[in-house]
């Protein structure tokens, strides 16, 4: 099993539209859990929007995390992408503790990249690996350019950048994603380029990633 947490304790970076995205595309060809770790509920508003069950949405508290993972590995679930808060450092801790990797959206603005380290450092702190992408990109943006350029040293990043695009809020909204809105669309392309390039980063993993013990 594999655990995808998505972090970053900068808010409006779009973990969540990223988390749900990235489990509805997984869905595709596999068994996919999303644990919604945000006391916001904004995942589990999006599943109640949506009006069906997959894919599988399960709210909980962070004291919760171990146990259930521990579950899921047992029924031989082969993949789980936790959606984590901005802020609530304990939370986060342990979203990135539990994960196999840490996918870290970044805006490619000077506040998102000055507030970047304080992830990087909790994950390097985990010892767990790291994978960073662009979000909420302005198409054609120098800042998007020197955003790349600043964060590449810093890696690894993902060779998928995801546009700030109204098709992604407006499925959001709705219960979908931007690939069952409009299928040939900018931000569904883009979604799957990154789909395709973070299952390209867990194939580089080791097979085995020691997990810590359930408390």
Not at 98 to 120: E, G, H, I, Q
Not at 200 to 207: D, K, M
Request: proline share 8%.
């Amino acid at each position: 099993m594999r655990v995808v947490t998505v972090a970053n304790l900068k808010g409006g970076v779009g973990k969540t539209t990223l988390a749900v995205h990235l489990a509805v595309r997984a869905g595709q060809s596999q068994p996919v859990v999303l644990i919604d770790l945000d006391p916001q509920g904004s995942t589990l508003e999006w599943i109640r929007q949506r009006g069906q069950e997959l894919p599988t949405v399960v709210p909980m508290g962070v004291h919760q995390v171990e146990n259930r993972l521990m579950q899921f590995r047992k029924a031989r679930l082969p993949l789980v992408i936790i959606d984590t808060p901005a802020a609530l450092v304990e939370v986060v801790e342990t979203a990135i503790r539990v994960a196999d990797l840490v996918l870290v959206p970044v805006r490619p603005t000077p506040t998102d990249l000055a507030a970047l380290p304080r992830t990087l450092a909790m994950a390097r702190a985990a010892g767990k690996p790291v994978a960073l992408t662009l979000s909420q990109a302005i198409t054609n943006s120098r800042l998007t350019h020197r955003a790349v350029e600043t964060i590449d040293p810093a890696g690894p990043l993902l060779p998928a950048v995801i546009h700030h695009r109204t098709a992604l809020a407006s499925a959001m909204a709705t219960g979908a994603t931007a690939a069952e809105t409009d299928p040939r669309g900018k931000a569904a392309a883009e979604v799957e380029e990154l789909w395709q390039a973070l299952v390209r980063r867990l194939a580089q993993l080791p097979a085995d990633i020691p997990q810590p013990a359930a408390r």
